[in-house]
């Protein structure tokens, strides 16, 4: 446990407390501003793979990873040179390329190389494309700085496309909708605080102290340099809605110990003192939930893992400091705005579960099969033009190219420059009749008998060879991430590798087709991974191996019954969605099991019946397990409806349903599985009846007290009486051994 000298000083001096604590939101602040966000999704995927290395080709060699297109309406040639010559001057564009780049203005598009019109004109020859690359990254500031101005050039008639372009649009969309965000998530979770807990005050001082806990962990974020648009869109709420039951846990304990102390001071010094343990060993199923999600191949894991897993930590520091100060300063405050709980009572629940306990345990072993299958066929999409809205000017200008130029996606095809033209020719002649694309590009694509080879510019001929390589574009008609584009991925892909086995093909749709196998592989290592750490560490506390197993399955059922929602429903989710679901509903709702399974034992332990124990341990947990969940679910549910990312939207309300699902789970079926396992638990778990004849551990009784979010007890509970219950009666000592018990195990 803390220091019970520190854990003093900060009850006697919470003036100081809360001066340092304001101080240090100062350089937070700061640092939050000053973190970097990436909004390229497809940055994030291992350095591997052959199509991340092609990416970087393209960035160094050719000075081509990122573009975008301008599609232009109704305008002379003239105008659209003009256009050209001023998207050149600005920073951070490498080139523009245009039919007039290629042959001079004056040469009618009649007589270009049908290869180039195909590429440069619309089918109806109202439209010409224009290409622009960039000297960095897409997700880099200096090309979306580009972008910027370069939209500010063009007029009415123009359209900017490409994944650079959405990218820009949805960091905009982003930046505009986060503040929205945190105060929604306040308001809500105010509004659910107020309806559990028993004083007006109360929960505004318990999420200023969250609110400061959530600045430090963004403040802190610039450690990493930068975060992903995800994260720093979600990190706050999430952080806020797992950690707000330590807040409550505190300040519980010290309305008991006002009880047994003279002051306030030594009321909070005590609760701090026994709480803190408690509440790091509370946090590390949710820190091991985050965690596993930096096991990802798909990097963005490890982004929103770390940050999170940081925000928990941070969190408990702040409930035992800043919030300790709080409460004393405005102590008087909060107890002249006392009221009756809002919230109603569930102590009829464990009676309905033990009464209906064979239902309950049947329905609870039978939704394991069907929620299993549906939630593995939840339908998915990878593809970020659907993850934001459709008005966006980004993507309008993608369907728009769609429809005037048949073009949904590029691909790029980078080889080695000795290949002969002869096989260049052949290579061009199989690729396009490949089904779905709808045109090749390469050096010799641009020479034809309107443009002889010595009138070809060279900045043409830059962009097409460079150091040992020369680069092929390829559009396809098929959008990215669809079984089409997969498919035709593999054709071309198996085509290339026949003329030059070194060659690489990249692009969008070949990234994202590595995203769907990199996703899926994560899904299930990480599902694997935080089920396995929590079941360790559950283990640990229980000293058993069927307790884990029982309690890391219910909430596992309801992480599947969550997901099986979306596909009963036919919502298409974003890929990430069950990976983060899987990981953080598991860790942040796990402790409502085993909160209950420990009060549970505990009852046991101090001579209950096991009737009796399991109405105690569920009637005890209710508040408990409503508040998280509650303030959780109002938090995220809250962000769903106001965020037009679908990305966002989809994996907050799946968080909200989720705390829901394992809520109900935990209040109506645990009852009544831990009440017909027990006879098993007594077998199979050490010291399960009655203590460990040992002192435990520090970790294991930080575990301990932490899964129950009741603090570890000062002395052995004997089998005569509950010691840590002073209106418990002592118990005869016939009661422990419970002769009714083999009879209530036969009516199981």
Not at 556 to 574: D, K, P
Not at 704 to 716: E, I, T, V
């Amino acid at each position: 446990m803390i220091s019970k000298k520190l854990a003093k000083w900060i009850a006697y001096h919470p003036k100081t407390v809360l001066i340092v604590c304001l101080i240090l939101i100062i350089p937070s602040i700061i640092g939050y501003f000053l973190t970097g966000v990436n909004y390229d999704i497809l940055s994030y995927l291992p350095e591997n793979l052959e199509s991340v290395q092609g990416e970087q080709i393209l960035d160094e060699t050719f000075h081509n990873s990122a573009s975008s297109f301008i599609i232009v309406k109704d305008t002379e040639p003239k105008d659209i040179q003009k256009l050209e010559d001023q998207i050149r001057q600005v920073e951070g564009v490498s080139n523009v390329i245009g039919a007039t780049d290629i042959a001079d203005v004056t040469i009618p598009k009649e007589i270009l190389p049908e290869v180039l019109t195909n590429v440069f004109y619309s089918q109806d020859g109202s439209s010409t494309l224009i290409m622009v690359q960039y000297k960095n990254s897409g997700s880099s500031q200096v090309t979306m700085d580009a972008i910027a101005s370069i939209r500010k050039i063009m007029n009415k008639n123009m359209l900017l496309s490409g994944l650079s372009a959405i990218t820009v649009d949805t960091k905009d969309l982003t930046n505009s909708q986060a503040p929205l965000y945190v105060v929604i998530a306040i308001a809500l979770a105010l509004i659910a605080l107020s309806f559990t807990m028993t004083s007006w005050v109360l929960p505004f001082v318990l999420l200023a102290a969250l609110g400061t806990a959530v600045i430090y962990n963004m403040g802190t974020n610039i450690i990493f340099g930068e975060i992903s648009f995800i994260t720093k869109s979600i990190a706050a709420i999430l952080q806020l809605g797992v950690t707000v039951d330590y807040s409550v846990f505190l300040m519980d304990r010290f309305e008991e110990e006002k009880k047994h102390h003279d002051t306030k001071k030594d009321a909070m010094a005590a609760a701090i003192d026994s709480t803190f343990l408690s509440l790091m060993g509370s946090s590390l199923t949710t820190v091991f939930g985050f965690l596993a999600l930096c096991f990802m191949s798909f990097t963005l894991g490890k982004d929103m893992g770390l940050v999170m897993a940081k925000g928990v930590i941070l969190g408990v520091i702040t409930v035992v400091t800043f919030l300790p100060s709080l409460i004393l300063m405005l102590d008087n405050v909060i107890e002249k705005t006392r009221h009756k709980s809002l919230a109603p009572k569930f102590n009829k629940i464990s009676d309905f579960a033990i009464k209906h306990r064979r239902v309950i345990a049947i329905i609870f072993l039978v939704l394991f099969i069907p929620s299993y299958f549906l939630q593995n066929n939840v339908k998915k999409y990878y593809n970020m033009d659907k993850a934001i809205p459709q008005d966006l000017p980004s993507i309008s200008a993608l369907n728009t190219m769609k429809k005037d130029f048949n073009m949904a996606t590029t691909h790029f095809i980078i080889l080695d420059d000795k290949i002969t033209e002869a096989n260049i020719n052949a290579l061009t002649n199989e690729l396009n009749n490949v089904e779905g694309v709808t045109n090749v590009l390469s050096l010799n694509s641009f020479i034809g008998t309107a443009i002889p080879s010595a009138m070809l510019p060279d900045s043409i001929k830059e962009i097409c060879v460079q150091d040992g390589k020369q680069l092929m574009m390829l559009n396809s008609s098929y959008s990215a991430a669809t079984d089409e584009e997969n498919a035709q991925i593999e054709k071309i892909t198996s085509i290339v590798k026949k003329y030059d086995e070194g060659g690489i093909l990249t692009g969008e749709g070949v990234l994202t087709k590595d995203l769907i196998t990199v996703a899926e592989k994560d899904f299930v290592v990480t599902g694997a991974i935080s089920m396995l750490a929590i079941f360790i560490l559950v283990a640990i506390v229980f000293k058993s191996l069927l307790i884990p197993l029982i309690l890391v399955a219910s909430i596992e059922l309801a992480i599947w019954v969550n997901i099986s929602i979306s596909t009963l429903t036919g919502t298409t989710i974003c890929f990430i969605a069950p990976t983060i679901i899987s990981c953080v509903q598991l860790g942040a709702t796990v402790d409502y099991a085993i909160l209950m399974t420990s009060r549970f034992q505990e009852e046991l332990q101090s001579g209950k019946s096991r009737k009796e124990a399991i109405r105690i341990a569920a009637d005890s947990a209710d508040s408990s397990i409503i508040t998280s969940a509650l303030v959780l679910f109002c938090a995220t549910l809250g962000v769903s409806f106001v965020s037009s990312i679908d990305l966002i939207g989809a994996i907050c309300i799946m968080l909200a349903r989720g705390a829901l699902i394992s809520a109900c789970i935990c209040l109506f079926v645990m009852p009544a599985v831990l009440y017909v396992c027990e006879p098993v638990f007594s077998k199979t778990t050490l010291h399960w009846r009655t203590p460990a004849p040992k002192k435990e551990s520090k970790t294991a009784k930080a575990l301990k007290a932490a899964s129950g979010k009741l603090p570890a007890r000062k002395d052995k509970a004997q089998p005569e009486a509950d010691v840590s219950r002073p209106d418990a009666a002592p118990a005869p000592a016939s009661q422990t051994e419970e002769p009714s018990e083999e009879q209530e195990t036969a009516n199981v």
